[in-house]
Nanobody, 121 residues
Framework: QVQLVESGGGSVQAGGSLRLSCAAPGYRYDTYCMGWFRQAPGKAREGIAVIDSDGDTAYAESMKDRFTISGDKAKNTLYLEMNDLKPEDTATYYC????????????????WGQGTQVTVS
C-alpha cells in the first residue's frame, strides 16, 4: 500500500490562504491519478481536485475558483493552494492516489493519507 502524508493544515481566518502538501513515494505505475478530498464533520467525503500523471487537472465545480492543485514529480509531492477560505471550508483534507484514470469521487481511491485539519473562523 502506498503511504501518503499530508501537511500544511491549520487554523486561518476567513479570507486567508493555506497551502497543503502531500508527500507520496514514486508511484509504481506509469499512469496514475492523485487527488485532494475533504470531509467535514457529519458530512460525506467529497472531491476537490485531481491531477493525472500528464499534469491534466479537474476540479469540482464549486472549488475551481479558489483552489488550485499542482504536483512536483521530482519531489513526489502534491499540493493544494487554497485561497479566500470560508468557514464552510473547515474539514479534514486528504490526498489519495489511484491507477490510470482520474475520478473526483472518493470511492474510486484505495490509497489515502491520514488527513490534515483545516479550520476557518
Amino acid at each position: 500500500q502506498v503511504q501518503l502524508v499530508e501537511s500544511g493544515g491549520g487554523s486561518v481566518q476567513a479570507g486567508g490562504s493555506l497551502r497543503l502538501s502531500c508527500a507520496a513515494p514514486g508511484y509504481r505505475y506509469d499512469t496514475y491519478c492523485m487527488g485532494w478530498f475533504r470531509q467535514a464533520p457529519g458530512k460525506a467525503r467529497e472531491g476537490i481536485a485531481v491531477i493525472d500523471s500528464d499534469g491534466d487537472t479537474a476540479y469540482a465545480e464549486s472549488m475551481k475558483d479558489r483552489f488550485t492543485i499542482s504536483g512536483d514529480k521530482a519531489k513526489n509531492t502534491l499540493y493544494l493552494e487554497m485561497n479566500d477560505l470560508k468557514p464552510e471550508d473547515t474539514a479534514t483534507y486528504y490526498c489519495a492516489q489511484r491507477r490510470v484514470v482520474c475520478y473526483l469521487k472518493p470511492e474510486y481511491y484505495d490509497d489515502w493519507g491520514q488527513g490534515t485539519q483545516v479550520t476557518v473562523s
